[in-house]
């Protein structure tokens, strides 16, 4: 059989008889969504677009209608979320294949589609033809849609916009493990998320490496962050923590020296981990208590129990909601606390350490993100820099310590002060790939 020959009308006639309110609702869905797994790998793009088109859209937009296309009769029975879910899926699954084989600009087209609707519903239509135009419009203002036009944007686009556009790597992580979305729509945010970190990554590098260097052109690669001038000294400042002091060797300490305790135990040890070396010595006082209140109440029946692997990653996500979001809709008072006096580095620093004695907690953590991202997108940037502040401090900091990318502090002046807090102009940065040490 070739591409030429696939259609809905010639393969699946079932779409087109009068039998629909007898078909099997999932079996349907199945049989639409072979098909378009079927053509996404046989046809050009502009052919599977002319087919989903002829399938879900045909004829609802045109002056005379008189019959509705025929997919819609299975779901007429009041299966409108049944509707809505399989015309999401048939998107992904045309969407994850032209992202994996490089046609991203076709998705734009896939888009349009949906655009140059005229759902402008008729009193002189039949009224099934009005509930297909009803159902329509509502997938076009639901956060599906919105989520899928994600992908249809190329990555600058992106952080163009509404301030929350510039986070969207986080928004993806979360559709990535939702389970009720398609896993289509969950392995498309995947690929999508690792892109945009990737992006984000390269051209902070490049941007550090060509900042530092008079000869090299300032335009070239432009800072990936919204900080400003003054988002280098601040990568200076998060970098100088090397050496034997370094965060990653005290997280490894901390590893080694929790082994064995009870969870009681493991609870203390944390709350000392995570704040121990604070700069503001003051603000970590009412942190740590308010901190090691919420923490000793969680699961205090397991308070004996020998710290295991997955208790201490359940311990770890704990640590995140307590300073992030506790309930996945308002921003902690922790998070909140900290933020609003203007102590977005040592939040950050916190969340950092959380995650180099658990990386198995970062999925976690990137899904708190989302969820206050989510919370703060109703606001204008105005109100919000505080937030974005944090955001900003989030992206680098973690770009610089749990990524594949290493960067060390050089001393490139003469400097008669010891403590190189004091001068970090006399510090450049450089940066190189790690080496696995594994391999």
Not at 137 to 162: T, V
Not at 369 to 391: G, Q, T
């Amino acid at each position: 059989m070739t591409a030429n020959s696939l259609s809905i009308s010639q393969e699946y006639p079932l779409y087109i008889t009068s039998t629909f309110r007898q078909i099997n609702v999932q079996f349907a869905q199945e049989e639409v969504y072979t098909f378009f797994i079927q053509i996404v790998h046989a046809m050009s793009p502009d052919e599977v677009l002319r087919e989903f088109k002829a399938l879900f859209l045909d004829g609802l937009d045109s002056e005379f209608c008189y019959s509705i296309p025929g997919i819609y009769k299975i779901f007429l029975d009041d299966k409108e979320d049944d509707f809505h879910h399989t015309l999401k899926r048939c998107i992904y699954i045309i969407i994850n294949n032209w992202k994996t084989n490089r046609k991203e600009k076709y998705i734009q087209k896939l888009v349009n589609l949906f655009i140059i609707l005229d759902l402008e519903l008729k009193p002189n239509y039949l009224p099934a033809i009005n509930i297909c135009k009803t159902w329509l419009n509502n997938f076009i203002n639901s956060k599906d849609y919105q989520e899928i036009k994600l992908f249809a944007a190329k990555y600058d686009e992106l952080s163009k916009g509404h301030w929350a556009n510039r986070y969207t790597s986080y928004l993806l992580v979360a559709q990535s493990v939702n389970d009720d979305n398609p896993k289509e729509q969950q392995e498309a945010a995947k690929k999508l998320y690792r892109q945009i970190k990737e992006k984000f990554k390269f051209e902070l590098a490049m941007y550090i490496a060509r900042s530092q260097s008079a000869a090299s052109s300032t335009t070239r690669y432009k800072n990936p962050s919204v900080l400003g001038d003054n988002v280098l000294h601040l990568i200076k400042a998060i970098v100088l923590k090397k050496g034997v002091f370094s965060h990653e060797n005290i997280a490894n300490i901390f590893i080694k020296q929790t082994q064995g305790q009870t969870l009681e135990e493991f609870k203390k040890s944390i709350e000392k981990y995570l704040f121990f070396s604070v700069d503001n010595q003051e603000l970590v006082k009412t942190l740590r208590q308010q901190f090691a209140e919420k923490l000793s109440l969680w699961k205090k029946d397991y308070n004996q129990e020998v710290i295991t692997k997955e208790l201490f990653l359940r311990t770890c996500n704990r640590v995140i909601d307590c300073l992030t979001t506790e309930n996945g809709k308002e921003p902690s008072l922790l998070f909140i606390l900290l933020l609003t006096q203007g102590h977005s580095l040592t939040l950050v620093i916190i969340l950092l350490k959380t995650i180099l004695i658990c990386r198995n907690s970062r999925r976690h953590l990137e899904i708190k993100i989302a969820h206050l991202i989510r919370y703060y997108e109703k606001s204008p940037e105005d109100e919000c820099k505080w937030v974005i502040n944090f955001m900003e401090i989030f992206n680098i900091t973690f770009a610089i310590y749990t990524e594949n990318v290493e960067y060390n502090l050089i001393k490139m002046e003469k400097d008669q002060s010891s403590n190189p807090y004091l001068n970090l102009d006399a510090y450049r940065v450089f940066s190189q790939m790690k080496v696995d040490k594994q391999k």
